[in-house]
């Protein structure tokens, strides 16, 4: 079946620690987005790649890095400098046109503890 | 730039009464509109869309929604509300002021009641 997997599905950080969220897709779409998701701010742009090896910061991208070293995978690190990094995180991909739907995963939450 | 705004955070609707969710735009050129639906810890999942040609779009559930460019907006609509359509409900833009991107609006989350 075509889709995106995120992993994992809950992830736990300690304060300072680094990680990073998987986004895998196998739709062969150009466009990859991450969104964060948090109670009654609907979703917010962090980053997006519209080619391998190019990506530009969304609305919200600091303390976040990115990469897009292969078409179908586009890994999202929240690092230190993410002040408050608890939320839902949202990958979605689409085809490189204005307008076609975004296909999007099945989140990672994220708890900081 | 481009904007949405969703009226009202939360709506609570009787089974088998009339939903209406409400999604107004703000775009400097011809949007491409969505609505989407969330269900608890879970991704997002298309209802419909409009990119051009006819103003009403007829989405999955039995959902529809209106384009109407001299009142910027796109009202999503169901004429009778099920126990299944408890969820919360995108409205999004797109378009090439904006590249490729979509915008959210901050969404409406639907309660049904038996």
């Known amino acids: 079946d075509g889709g995106i997997t995120q992993s994992p599905k809950y992830l736990f950080r300690k304060e300072g620690q680094n990680v990073t969220l998987s986004c895998e897709q196998n739709?062969?779409?150009?466009?990859m987005y991450w969104y964060r998701q948090d109670p009654g701010q609907g979703l917010r742009l962090i980053y997006y790649?519209?080619?391998?090896?190019?990506?530009q910061k969304g609305d919200i991208a600091e303390g976040y890095s990115v990469s897009r070293e292969k078409k179908e995978s586009f890994p999202l690190t929240v690092t230190s400098a993410q002040k408050n990094p608890t939320a839902f995180y949202l990958c979605?991909?689409?085809?490189?046109?204005?307008?076609?739907?975004?296909?999007f995963g099945q989140g990672t939450r994220l708890t900081v503890v | 730039a481009q904007s949405v705004t969703q009226l009202g955070s939360h709506v609570s609707v009787s089974e088998g009464a009339l939903v209406l969710l409400r999604c107004n735009y703000s775009?400097?050129?011809?949007?491409?509109l969505f609505w989407y639906v969330q269900y608890p810890n879970q991704g997002l999942q298309l209802l419909l869309k409009?990119?051009?040609?006819?103003?009403l779009v007829k989405g999955i559930n039995g959902f529809e929604a209106e384009f109407k460019k001299s009142e910027t907006s796109f009202h999503l609509t169901k004429p009778s509300a099920h126990m299944s359509d408890a969820a919360e409900y995108f409205c999004a833009v797109s378009g090439q002021a904006a590249g490729n991107k979509l915008t959210f609006g901050g969404g409406t989350r639907v309660l049904v009641k038996p």
């Open positions: 409009y990119t051009t040609g006819a103003t």
């Open positions: 775009s400097s050129v011809p949007p491409y």
């Open positions: 739709l062969n779409h150009d466009a």
């Open positions: 790649s519209q080619i391998v090896n190019d990506f």
């Open positions: 979605a991909s689409s085809e490189a046109t204005m307008n076609t739907e975004a296909f």
